[in-house]
């Protein structure tokens, strides 16, 4: 993680947002798709929809239009229209931060949840996207074939400190150097200490 810091020193969630409630949608957005398209998409929408009561004078095809140059919008527009719903009727129309409430809202799970509760509310999390759930497997932080049990491991092989940190580098080292299918080993600055370099590469 030193060493990580010290090539990503301006590491930090790449989606756009300016409250918690923007943070949550985005993260809803970028369920297979890059930050770069849901920050193209959400520059617009929320420029105009700020709020889940915002939100809710849209129907589910006028959100579908707007979302549309992302993977799997329809059903996106569902789940954060009703998710918009749920925050007017049992939150005051404010996101909780806590995980309970937050993946008993429709299309959050356990990662949008450690984003938002990150991100918004500066509560030591790791959310493992595919590229955390990669990376880390891939470099010998963690050794699982499972998300959730990927997140235990890096919880308790990494102090709780930096677990918010520690998400942010993986998925930066995943999406400039660790690449899926052709990962960068020769410019890496932790090949010497990754699995993978010691065992396929060398």
């Not at 429709?106 to 493992?128: D, E, H, M, Q, Y």
């Not at 990376?135 to 074939?145: C, E, F, T, Y």
């Not at 052709?182 to 396929?200: A, R, S, T």
């Amino acid at each position: 993680m030193e060493k990580l810091a010290e090539l990503y020193p301006e590491a930090k969630c790449e989606l756009s947002f300016e409250n918690t409630f923007q943070l949550l949608v985005a993260t809803m957005l970028s369920a297979q798709s890059t930050d770069k398209k849901v920050n193209e998409v959400t520059s617009e929408l929320f420029k105009h929809y700020k709020t889940p009561d915002g939100f809710l004078t849209m129907n589910h095809h006028q959100l579908e239009e707007k979302i549309k140059k992302i993977g799997l919008y329809r059903n996106k527009a569902k789940n954060i229209l009703n998710m918009c719903s749920i925050l007017v009727s049992d939150h005051n129309g404010e996101v909780p931060g806590n995980m309970e409430d937050l993946i008993s809202l429709p299309g959050v799970g356990r990662k949008t949840a450690n984003v938002v509760l990150s991100n918004g509310f500066g509560v030591p999390a790791i959310a493992v996207d595919t590229h955390v759930f990669r990376v880390s497997n891939r470099i010998g932080l963690a050794d699982s074939k499972n998300v959730d049990e990927t997140e235990k491991q890096l919880m308790s092989s990494l102090p709780k400190d930096i677990w918010s940190l520690a998400h942010h580098l993986l998925i930066w080292h995943g999406r400039r150097i660790c690449d899926a299918k052709k990962p960068k080993c020769e410019i890496c600055n932790i090949k010497d200490i990754c699995d993978y370099y010691n065992k396929e590469k060398r």
